[in-house]
């Protein structure tokens, strides 16, 4: 299953919403990157094991569930991370783009590639829209993470 989806960060047109730097916004998808705890419910805890330019190993302990992630920083623009298949999981990615088609209208593109079956006859098609669901709700909380990050709180 492919999935992806858009989050306005900025509106200048809405006072109401916080404006973020673009800069301000890659800090906090580079907090994901190095502290993922926060951004992923039921982390117990996390290492990354092996650092090589813009590119990651990491080891995330789910307690029940080992993985490890290669997690690939284009910066200042993208982060993708690849959920490498073992027992635990079958793999997959998450691709997190900051996207500004107009000066000061910043958006993240949040593309996701499962290996959820599209074929409508497949029993993970009832899952499909759930998991759809539960991805945006994450994303959403990815955003609300980076927000407070931005405004100095600091994330446990």
């Known amino acids: ?45 996390s290492s990354i094991l092996e650092r090589h330019g ?5 080891e995330l302990d ?20 690849d959920i490498l298949p ?20 910043l958006f993240l593109r949040f593309a996701y590639e499962t290996t959820l079956a599209i074929d409508p006859n497949s029993e993970d098609r009832a899952y499909i829209d759930y998991v759809k669901s539960a991805y945006h709700q994450s994303d959403v909380d990815c955003v609300r993470l980076i927000r407070m990050f931005a405004a100095g709180v600091t994330l446990q």
Do not use: C, K, Y
């Open 54 to 58: 813009n590119t990651l190993l990491r």
């Open 86 to 105: 073992s027992e635990a999981h079958a793999g997959g990615s998450l691709t997190i783009t900051i996207e500004e088609p107009e000066p000061d209208f």
């Open 1 to 45: 299953m492919n999935f992806e989806h858009l989050i306005q960060i900025n509106d200048p047109e809405n006072p109401l919403v916080d404006t973020l730097s673009r800069d301000q916004l890659w800090q906090g998808l580079l907090q994901r990157v190095e502290n993922p705890i926060p951004f992923l419910p039921g982390l117990e805890s």
């Open 62 to 81: 789910f307690g029940p569930a080992t993985i490890q992630d290669r997690v690939t920083i284009t910066p200042g623009t993208a982060v993708r991370f």
